[in-house]
């Protein structure tokens, strides 16, 4: 593929993906928003495109998987259907409940709830409806809520990596690579596994002085006013999520993408729970999130035109087919690090036809697919830019410093450091094992 390299489509589509790319990492120092670039970058690769006779519009709108937008606008939907019931506030002021003061407990077991619910709704949702709770119950037990916050951040990153609806770049890698829900489970879910334990092992020893706080009695009041508010409507909703887990384990069966089982799920709770305010619902759709991933599928398909990402593939190529299992674990670290210094979402947006172009030469890159959805997922937890959970966590933590007047409060890029990152070396550690364990495993064409 060397004839490409002085090819001006290449390097223009290049330059544009790079300028792009660039602008959405430096957010914070130019105050634009990611989604902005994103936009301008798809319009200009277009418009270039067309110049240069490798792209156009119709191109651009092939270029866009569906599948992802569609999926993560209907998931988006049913969790804001089901946030106002009151159902989550009641499961954590339970588990507040069940902890019984003991504080080591009550980081598991809201850490566990957490993970949990990552498996289904998206790790963002989850701190949202979290967040604010942990802050009360800590409050009412008169310690401070970091260890609890950071738990919360850290394993609902882990915890949707499990899953192909649990988070983005999963969508991404699945729809990319035609992994569907099972198969996807079978083999991230035990890496994760490991992950959780190594996460609430290591947080047990980096939370040690915290956790030997004395916590006053918490006022079970506020546990008794978190009844939940409309039980049709959450039940509707769990049994639907149930129906839907079942749909996504057979979805290949009946030829279905992913899109389609979130979308049966929907209209069946839109039905079945008629009291549902239908504008309120579709209104908190994040369509600023959905026009950065279309923009994102734009741009990277106007590259994959010009053969770049083509390019690069091939100059991976030799160590690939030298050592794959070198290879793969390098990857994962990689796209870990990036991943915690920048958003993941772009970076797998690049990475997922590098790897296509690598299998397209023949080449046996399965092991690249997981690593990559390890890597990106896992290593989230770097810093506290590394995921979207992250940065509201940070925020919110942020706002109750300001409000009490209390800067220990806040959990700052140190406390991140200093707390987070280990943990998150901890839980790559652990894949790295698991993964060289069952290479084999993770090895096998899928």
Do not use: C
């Amino acid at each position: 593929m060397e004839h490409y390299i002085f090819d001006t489509p290449m390097l223009l589509s290049a330059l544009i993906m790079g300028v792009t790319f660039i602008g959405i990492f430096t957010e914070g120092l130019h105050g634009f928003h990611r989604t902005k670039f994103a936009m301008l970058g798809a319009l200009s690769m277009i418009i270039v495109g067309q110049i240069y006779g490798f792209y156009s519009p119709q191109k651009a709108i092939e270029a866009i998987d569906w599948n992802v937008v569609f999926l993560l606008g209907a998931m988006m939907t049913i969790v804001s259907i089901m946030i106002p019931t009151g159902g989550f506030e009641a499961i954590a002021y339970k588990i507040a409940y069940l902890s019984k003061g003991r504080l080591y407990t009550l980081m598991v077991l809201m850490g566990t709830a957490v993970a949990v619910i990552s498996l289904m709704l998206d790790n963002v949702t989850t701190v949202v409806i979290f967040g604010p709770i942990i802050i009360l119950i800590a409050s009412s037990l008169k310690v401070s809520p970091i260890p609890y916050l950071l738990t919360a951040a850290l394993l609902s990153d882990t915890g949707g990596v499990a899953t192909l609806v649990g988070d983005p770049p999963n969508l991404m890698i699945g729809s990319a690579k035609g992994i569907d829900f099972t198969t996807f489970f079978t083999h991230m879910g035990g890496v994760v596994l490991v992950a959780y334990i190594s996460t609430v092992i290591a947080l047990k020893f980096l939370f040690k002085k915290e956790l030997s706080q004395k916590p006053e009695t918490m006022d079970f009041s506020v546990h008794k006013k978190s009844e939940i508010k409309d039980k049709t409507t959450w039940n509707v909703s769990l049994w639907v999520l149930g129906l839907m887990v079942i749909l996504f384990i057979f979805h290949h069966l009946f030829h279905w993408d992913a899109w389609m089982v979130a979308t049966i799920g929907l209209t069946l709770i839109l039905f079945l729970a008629p009291t549902i305010d239908i504008d309120g619902a579709f209104g908190t759709i994040e369509i600023t999130l959905l026009a950065f991933f279309i923009s994102l599928f734009v741009i990277v398909g106007g590259v994959e035109q010009t053969h770049f990402l083509e390019y690069i593939g091939s100059n991976i190529e030799p160590f690939v087919k030298s050592d794959l299992m070198m290879a793969t674990i390098i990857l994962m670290w990689t796209s870990a690090i990036f991943s915690a210094m920048i958003d993941n979402i772009p970076f797998t947006a690049a990475m997922i036809p590098i790897i296509a172009g690598i299998e397209a030469q023949g080449i046996p890159a399965t092991p690249l697919w997981w690593a990559l959805a390890i890597g990106v997922g896992m290593g989230g937890n770097g810093s506290h830019l590394g995921s979207t959970a992250n940065v509201f966590i940070v925020t919110l933590s942020e706002r109750l410093a300001k409000k009490e007047n209390d800067p220990s409060l806040a959990i700052t890029p140190g406390v991140w450091f200093r707390k987070g990152t280990p943990a998150m070396i901890a839980t790559l550690v652990a894949s790295t094992v698991v993964f060289l364990l069952f290479f084999d495993f993770f090895s096998a064409p899928i």
